[in-house]
């Protein structure tokens, strides 16, 4: 029997070296880089404090990615559901589903709504295990191409299936979470990533228990999840507590109405790990973060604000100059002009001084540093 003659293999240029495994996938899995990048951000979908959006990404104003997977972590009442209220309602703005998985059973319509949200165009769930949760993500992501923001509140939380049907020993399922979670995150990041959705994961801070008085010192704090998590984040932003500050915000007759928190980028995939800023949110009455107010902090160091005791002044573009007292800030900004220099003074003092590397390290890594 005659050898086979064995088919001789011509040449392949890169596109149609790529175009062969794209076919075979059944998907676009490669990708021209000089013309295109599947991992750029193509929107942000912004937090509600323009101070915290000045930070996220290195150069320009952001918000939340577009296409990855984002923690915000916190302290008990430190007003992580508050902040996703708000970026909830924002996404919904940008025509993007949103898709609330509650597992603390603590939201209402009425505290989503006076944060923005269009109730009528939300899809609420109350998770039963972390497991139902990931396999409800990977059916709506693909069954349709709508672009989703899914918000889980809280993975804390969420338990898996053996804990719901075990008992209360916690050994008898020590670790189940983070494998199923590990599993998870390797199945839902590229295609979180292919419909440019965004799954916003709600997680607690708990206080690092360690034997090692360094680590402790350095890390005083942990989330649950494990490592996977870790790595699938693109960007982790923690809510704290301001040193030398009061922790809550009261009323006139002494009601505890909102917090005012310290935030950190513990991670950023955006060139911008480390930083921090600070805003109050408000969840009595009035409910979400109080952008404006904050802006003050953010640019009373700038040398275009001076101050002169309780007198400020600001110096516009042409060398005219007003002056205002702290008292008078938010009913300064109803004045077009005003506010449009100090939104520029921002943008110069929060994105660019930090792009350019001026000024010293301190002044953009700690805000507690007088």
Not at 67 to 91: C, D
Not at 147 to 170: C, H
Not at 223 to 241: C, E
């Amino acid at each position: 029997m005659a050898r086979k003659q064995a088919r001789k293999l011509g040449k392949l240029s890169i596109d149609e070296m790529r175009n062969l495994i794209n076919k075979k996938a059944g998907m676009q899995v490669g990708f021209d880089l000089s013309k295109e990048n599947p991992t750029d951000v193509t929107d942000w979908i912004p937090t509600g404090s323009r101070w915290l959006d000045s930070t996220i990404c290195r150069g320009k104003l952001a918000g939340i990615p577009t296409g990855k997977i984002v923690e915000i972590a916190g302290l008990e009442g430190s007003g992580k559901s508050f902040m996703a209220a708000q970026i909830a309602a924002n996404a919904q703005k940008m025509g993007i589903d949103v898709v609330y998985f509650d597992s603390e059973a603590a939201i209402d319509s009425a505290f989503l709504e006076s944060a923005g949200v269009d109730t009528d165009k939300l899809l609420y769930f109350n998770p039963m295990s972390v497991e139902w949760l990931l396999e409800t993500i990977e059916e709506l992501l693909g069954s349709n191409d709508n672009r989703m923001l899914f918000i889980w509140d809280s993975l804390a939380l969420t338990p898996s299936i053996s804990d719901v049907e075990g008992d209360f020993n916690p050994q008898s399922s020590m670790a189940v979470k983070p494998r199923i979670l590990a599993k998870g995150m390797s199945k839902l990041t590229v295609p979180i990533a292919a419909s440019k959705s965004t799954f916003l994961v709600l997680n607690q801070l708990k206080t690092n228990i360690t034997s090692n008085v360094a680590e402790a010192m350095t890390t005083p704090y942990v989330t649950p999840g494990g490592k996977a998590m870790h790595y699938a984040y693109s960007l982790r932003i923690w809510l704290t507590k301001r040193k030398a500050k009061a922790s809550f915000i009261v009323d006139d007759n002494g009601f505890r109405v909102g917090s005012e928190v310290k935030v950190t980028l513990k991670k950023s995939r955006f060139g911008t790990e480390g930083r921090q800023c600070t805003f109050k949110i408000l969840w009595g009455g009035d409910v979400g973060i109080q952008d404006e107010e904050s802006w003050f902090e953010a640019v009373k160091s700038s040398p275009n604000l001076g101050q002169a005791g309780a007198w400020y002044n600001l110096v516009y573009e042409d060398g005219t100059t007003e002056k205002f007292q702290a008292s008078k800030w938010k009913e300064k900004l109803q004045n077009e002009k005003f506010r449009a220099r100090i939104l520029q003074i921002m943008d110069e003092e929060i994105i660019m001084r930090f792009d350019k590397k001026e000024g010293k390290a301190d002044e953009f890594y700690n805000i507690d540093t007088e």
